[in-house]
Every structure is written in C-alpha cells, then in structure tokens.
C-alpha cells in the first residue's frame, strides 16, 4: 500500500531502550502514531520475539520498518547497550517480512523529533529564546545517557549521532571527589552514564549513604523518596544528579555550540522537574568560567512528549523516502 506522494503506508516504528521497548504504526505524511504499545524488555528473551509479538496483534502488516535502538548503529549487528538483546539487521527484516528495515540511535531519532515538538510539549528551564536553524542538541538519563545533536544543512535538519554518555564524568570539589572514589568500578572512575542514568542514581544514593555510614536497603526509589521528603540521603543524591546533569549539558552545549538550545530527553527528567527548576540545573549548566555568558541565553528544555523518538523514528524514514525520490 502507497500512503501520498509515494510514501508507504503504514509503517512500523520501534524506540528500543534497556528497560522498555515502544512500537506503534506511523503515518509518514502526518507523522500521526497509532497502535501505541510498550512493553518491557524483560519480558521478551530476543528482539525479535518482541517485535512478532507486537506484529501479531495488527490487523495491517507494515512492509517497512525503522527502529530507533539504544546503542551505536554501524554494520549489521546490532547490540543494544544496555540490554541482553541483540539481532542482525537482515535476519530481523526476514523473519518479520518486512521489505527493508532502518535501524538508527535512539537519541539521533530524538533529534529528528525537536522540529516536531509544540509548545505543549516542553518545559523551559531557563535561558531565553533558540536561535532560528541554530544547532540543537538532546540528551538524557534513562536506563543509559545518551546524546546527539540535531544540525541544519540550509535545506533540512541533520541529527548527528554520538556516544557522549560514556564520556568521563569530572568532580568540581572534595565532596563529589570522594562520592566518586565509591562510585569506582574496575579501579576506573565513572563515566557520566555511570552517575547520570536512572542505575546510576541508585549507586549515587548508595554512595552518600556509604559516606554518612548509614545503611542501605536492598531497593530504593530515589526520585520517589526525595521528592516525598523526609529522607535526606535521597535528597541530597537528587541533587547532585541534578548538578552533575546540569554541568554535563552546558558541556555538551559548548561541545555543539548549542544556541537552538538543549534538550532533556529520557524517562527520568519529567518525574523530578519541579527539583530542576528550582536553581540547581540551570546553576550548574551556566557554571563555566569565561564561557557563562555564553550558556546564558541558552534554552533548555525538558521534553514531556511521551513519544518524541517514535515520532523522530517516522522523520527519519520520510526523509530516506524522499531522498529517493530525488535520486
């Protein structure tokens, strides 16, 4: 079946992650989601069993497919960071009876969403207004950290995928200095997505409670207890996540030049923005030196669209159709 303009109707969109997997059908003329569903990663041992599981419910079978994953895409195997799920990217398009298969990271599909997003649909947290066709960037914690940049080329919008969440993680005094001589693995310090992810902020708490020698339970909801109140070893964990969140988004800001502004992602930050608003985030964004007038103006977001990286997944396979179509 042929949607307008040569485009294929209806397709298949994925946002894999290592906790959950989203899957619904895309209209590629409107971007318009339908047959939403979410399950949890767990709960399927292959990638492929998941995704046949989700087919078996449609009534219409998608012929084509692309599928934002959380990991770094080159080749044909695709390994998902943070998860045990793994596939080849032929074999998967075969055994779904799909006619081809795109597979992209999951943030990079989170880039494409930005032009897409309404008002509605974002939470400001300082700076002033993005400059028009200005270079973009999102990231966010999750299960891992990730980050890409979303770039105009005079024509369209470019996301330009990266690993930055595995960049290392710097302490800015005694205090965060010693957290992350505990926080140390393999005799390494952490990398951001070590401290910056939603584990992350389960080992942080375990961390501070190791350093005041109180004990610590089995399972614990940080974000959940910090924003109850009552318990000061989440509080203070909550806020030095949000500090190290801060400082790594006015880094990765400066790394892309970021004046379109800078986007929370991830399934963490909607939970505790009232904590981010209230100075934390955007002081320790701006804490840079010479270059805090350069952060400044800058706008960051926190995206509440629950399926922004579905919605980019869906850009991304309009924009292949369409380059065919000219060539």
């Not at 943030?107 to 939470?123: C, D, H, K, R």
């Not at 947290?125 to 028009?132: E, I, K, M, S, V």
């Not at 505990?182 to 070590?194: F, V």
């Not at 904590?275 to 010479?290: H, I, K, L």
């Amino acid at each position: 079946m042929q949607a307008r303009d040569g485009l294929p109707d209806p397709v298949l969109v994925a946002d894999i992650g290592g906790t959950n997997a989203r899957f619904a059908v895309a209209d590629l003329d409107t971007l318009e989601l339908s047959h939403i569903r979410l399950t949890l990663c767990r709960d399927h041992a292959t990638a492929e069993a998941a995704l046949s599981a989700y087919l078996s419910g449609l009534s219409v079978k998608p012929k084509h497919a692309v599928l934002a994953v959380a990991a770094p895409v080159s080749g044909e195997e695709v390994r998902l960071t943070n998860s045990h799920w793994r596939f080849a990217k032929t074999e998967l398009c075969r055994a779904a009876g799909f006619t081809d298969i795109c597979v992209l990271n999951d943030f990079e599909a989170l880039a494409l969403s930005l032009p897409t997003l309404n008002p509605s649909e974002l939470y400001q947290l300082g700076g002033t207004t993005p400059q028009d066709y200005a270079t973009k960037v999102v990231l966010g914690p999750g299960t891992g950290l990730g980050v890409a940049g979303l770039i105009w080329s005079g024509e369209r919008w470019i996301a330009v995928p990266g690993e930055g969440g595995h960049m290392s993680l710097g302490a800015n005094d005694a205090r965060e200095l010693a957290l992350m001589a505990r926080l140390r693995k393999s005799g390494e310090y952490p990398s951001a997505e070590e401290v910056i992810s939603g584990p992350g902020l389960v080992e942080l708490y375990r961390a501070v409670a190791t350093s005041r020698n109180e004990s610590v339970p089995e399972t614990i909801d940080v974000v959940r207890q910090a924003l109850n109140g009552g318990d000061a070893i989440a509080d203070e964990a909550l806020q030095l996540f949000i500090a190290w969140l801060g400082r790594f988004a006015g880094n990765v800001a400066l790394a892309f030049g970021a004046r379109g502004g800078v986007y929370i992602g991830g399934g963490i930050a909607p939970k505790i923005i009232t904590a981010m608003a209230s100075g934390t985030f955007r002081d320790a964004f701006e804490q840079n030196g010479r270059m805090r007038d350069y952060l400044a103006p800058i706008p960051v977001y926190v995206i509440l669209a629950e399926f922004a990286a579905l919605k980019g997944a869906a850009a991304a396979l309009r924009a292949r159709f369409a380059r065919r179509s000219i060539a």
